[in-house]
């Protein structure tokens, strides 16, 4: 059986990070170059697996994770004015 996966250095694992795609944040706890595909063509892509504050992790691809205290939380700002 082949590895299908490899672990990634980064310089946010462990650090409080933004999925720029869904707005969710939570800690960087790894990333992995996996292999996402199931056909004969192989696809690999870097995955971010970040744990949010429920405790649960999720993925995103590693190119939408940011630092969370770099930019704005506009998208909290928007969600707070909406249950307002």
Not at 6 to 28: F, K
Not at 36 to 64: C, P
């Amino acid at each position: 059986m082949t590895e299908q996966y490899e672990y990634v250095p980064h310089r946010l694992l462990r650090r409080r990070v933004r999925d720029i795609a869904s707005g969710a944040e939570g800690v960087l706890m790894a990333v992995i170059n996996e292999k996402v595909s199931d056909t004969g063509i192989e696809h690999w892509m870097e995955l971010a697996y970040i744990r949010g504050a429920s405790g649960r992790e999720f993925t995103t691809a590693i190119d939408n994770v940011e630092s969370a205290y770099d930019q704005p939380q506009t998208d909290r700002r928007r969600r707070d004015t909406r249950s307002a």
